[in-house]
């Protein structure tokens, strides 16, 4: 495994890192979605990262991506838009490209490329969070088609997304569940109002309910009764590229952190020189360091066409828990500060605090990497 970056990748770091500042940085849009940013994100090309170039993509492998969505993090300051391009990325195109007919692919993935369509991934309910396969959507065959009836909660770009890849049970006993997917333009279709959050708020989120939606059988990602497999091969994408911007934030807020400490006196000295303060900054670089090293691994692992599943729940973990714990010593560094709006530093804390949760809460991260290592060494 080579840890070193080939000049292409160094091009491309410094290409996303340039784009990100100059367009995705825009202070009246920090906490609000812009359409405006998206189609100059499409335009920039980021969208076809990993896609064939017989879909108009560049072709590029995974640890490429890994590393320029992490340079993203670093330069992007709004946690909340990479969070919709990652939720049409990695759990709507991306699965739709692997996994996905000819027929499917030739249908949705240049214009996702594109950016003309805009993805999300339904498996969330109101009752079924954690325990995702206890969900109540059904989906009952009737000719060619598959209606559709229910509801999703919290589905992360519901207001603006097109495309939908909702996951519904086809037999009840024992329980089958088939991924669908699904056009917002399909009768029966409606999407909720805006969910108001604590953080991530250039994130749209909603409710999304199906009522007696026809979908056509080629709509099916995957196979009939399938969908289960799908489910964790989606969320193995999600937790290892949902969190790679995270590692490039900590980056960041690491770096405001030390030039604060080293201009910042108290006593008579900067405040850096006080190990209460030198000790929280060495914990975050040996956060990102750590990250990084999980991060590239889970990505050769994909290059190398093998599964990531225990590996990205132990990055997902690991990296949720040092995220919020940077910016918690981030404030606490900045001290007054860092309580403030003008700091953004709170703004930071806020779209954090959710990655413990989102991709299955890190209580559920660990009792899979439980019984991951119960089944190697039991």
């Excluded at 920039?44 to 340079?71: H, P, R, W």
């Excluded at 206890?134 to 770009?157: P, Q, V």
């Excluded at 024992?174 to 604590?198: D, L, Q, R, S, Y």
């Excluded at 729940?313 to 860092?338: L, M, N, P, R």
Aim: hydrophobic share 35%; with cysteine; charged share 25%.
């Amino acid at each position: 495994m080579d840890f070193s970056y080939s000049q292409e990748q160094k091009e491309y770091r410094k290409e996303i890192i340039n784009f990100a500042k100059e367009h995705l940085n825009d202070e009246n849009y920090l906490e609000q979605y812009d359409p405006k940013m998206w189609k100059e994100t499409a335009d920039f090309g980021l969208f076809g990262l990993t896609i064939g170039e017989e879909y108009k993509g560049l072709g590029e492998n995974y640890q490429t991506a890994a590393y320029v969505y992490e340079s993203l993090g670093y330069a992007c300051k709004n946690n909340g838009f990479i969070f919709v391009i990652n939720n049409h990325v990695w759990v709507s195109q991306n699965m739709i490209y692997l996994y996905g007919s000819k027929e499917l692919k030739d249908k949705y993935i240049y214009n996702m490329v594109e950016g003309k369509k805009i993805g999300a991934i339904a498996i969330t309910e109101a009752n079924a969070g954690s325990d995702a396969l206890s969900m109540t959507t059904m989906a009952r065959k009737e000719g060619d088609n598959y209606i559709l009836n229910g509801s999703k909660m919290f589905i992360s770009n519901g207001p603006i997304a097109d495309i939908f890849l909702v996951f519904a049970i086809t037999k009840e006993s024992p329980k089958k569940i088939t991924a669908f997917v699904v056009e917002k333009t399909f009768e029966g279709v409606k999407t909720g109002p805006n969910i108001e959050k604590m953080g991530l708020h250039a994130c749209p989120t909603s409710e999304l309910i199906l009522h007696n939606v026809h979908v056509p059988k080629e709509n099916i990602l995957g196979k009939v009764d399938g969908g289960s497999t799908i489910l964790m091969q989606a969320l193995e994408w999600e937790r290892c590229y949902e969190f790679a911007p995270h590692v490039g934030v900590m980056q960041r807020i690491m770096e405001g952190c030390i030039k604060h400490v080293k201009t910042r006196q108290q006593f008579g000295k900067p405040i850096g020189d006080y190990q209460a303060i030198s000790h929280k900054i060495a914990d975050m670089k040996i956060a990102i360091e750590m990250s990084k090293i999980m991060l590239y691994k889970i990505a050769w692992l994909k290059d190398m066409n093998k599964t990531a599943y225990t590996e990205a729940s132990i990055f997902k973990t690991y990296v949720s828990e040092k995220y919020i714990k940077t910016c918690q010593d981030a404030v606490q560094i900045f001290g007054a500060y860092g309580y403030t709006k003008e700091y953004e530093l709170e703004r930071e804390l806020r779209d954090a605090l959710a990655c413990s949760i989102y991709s299955g809460t890190n209580e559920m991260q660990k009792n899979t990497i439980y019984e991951m290592v119960k089944m190697m060494f039991g």
